[in-house]
Nanobody
Framework: VQLVESGGGLVQNGGSLRLSCAASGLRNGDYAIGWFRQRPGGERAGRERVTCIQVKDGSTFYKDYLGGRFTTSVDDAKNTVYLHMNSLRPEDSNTYYC????????????WGQGTQVTVSS
């Protein structure tokens, strides 16, 4: 499975961005795509999952602290999952990664290369 993120960039405080995660090399069957960002403290701190979507049935999971600012959606025909980010804040600045899971209940098996989001104050 190969994942390619796109859509990152520089946005002003309060602005919006839509990230895309295009998947290829998929087999038939359900899978999930999660969006992650780096925890404070660098690589050793690991990545935190902020959203996950089960592609076939559309079930979604979000971190409560996001307060509904981030949502995720899928275009199954394009094998692409989106992260819609609204009311962005400077503390949302980070590298965002998408990752393939068998299910949102499992750890990721494949990662994209990441896309940088910078929110100016």
């Amino acid at each position: 499975v190969q994942l390619v993120e796109s859509g990152g960039g520089l946005v002003q405080n309060g602005g919006s961005l839509r990230l895309s995660c295009a998947a290829s090399g998929l087999r038939n069957g359900d899978y999930a795509i999660g969006w992650f960002r780096q925890r404070p403290g660098g690589e050793r701190a690991g990545r935190e999952r902020v959203t996950c979507i089960q592609v076939k049935d559309g079930s979604t999971f979000y971190k409560d602290y996001l307060g509904g600012r981030f949502t995720t959606s899928v275009d199954d025909a394009k094998n692409t999952v989106y992260l819609h980010m609204n009311s962005l804040r400077p503390e949302d600045s980070n590298t965002y990664y998408c990752a393939w899971h068998i299910s949102c209940s499992y750890t990721p098996g494949f990662w994209g290369q990441g896309t940088q989001v910078t929110v100016s104050s």
